[in-house]
Nanobody, 125 residues
C-alpha cells in the first residue's frame, strides 16, 4: 500500500520558517518525481514546486521562488519543503505527491498519481 505522510505544518507569524516533510512508503521512492502542492481556502490547488527523481532539476512556482526550497533524502524516502519568510498568503493545506519518474519533470497536478493527506500551514500577519 502506497502512503505519503506529510508533517511539519503549524501556525506561525509572518517572516517565520517551517520545514515540511513527506515520507513515502510502498513504492520505490527513487523511481518517482515528487511535487509539493497547496490549496488555500476558496482557491484552486496550485503547485509549489517539484523535484526530479535524480535531484537534477527543481522547479518552483514564481510565488515561492527565493523563499522555498525542495530537497530529498533517498535513504529516508523523504522529500522536504523548507519555507522561509512565510507570508499570510502562504496559508494553505500543503500536499506532497508522486509522479512517474520515467517522464520529464512536470508540475501538472493531474499527472501526479499518489497523494498525501496534507498538512496545514497557517501564517498570521
Amino acid at each position: 500500500q502506497v502512503q505519503l505522510v506529510e508533517s511539519g505544518g503549524g501556525s506561525v507569524q509572518a517572516g517565520s520558517s517551517l520545514r515540511l516533510s513527506c515520507t513515502v512508503s510502498g513504492l520505490q521512492f527513487t523511481m518517482y518525481h515528487m511535487g509539493w502542492f497547496r490549496r488555500a481556502p476558496g482557491k484552486e490547488r496550485e503547485v509549489v514546486g517539484a523535484i526530479h527523481r535524480w535531484d537534477v532539476l527543481i522547479d518552483y512556482a514564481d510565488s515561492v521562488k527565493g523563499r522555498f526550497t525542495i530537497t530529498k533524502d533517498d535513504a529516508r524516502s523523504t522529500v522536504y519543503l523548507q519555507m522561509n519568510d512565510l507570508k499570510p498568503e502562504d496559508t494553505a493545506m500543503y500536499y506532497c505527491a508522486a509522479t512517474d519518474g520515467t517522464t520529464r519533470l512536470h508540475t501538472n497536478a493531474a499527472l501526479y498519481t499518489y497523494w498525501g493527506q496534507g498538512t496545514q500551514v497557517t501564517v498570521s500577519a
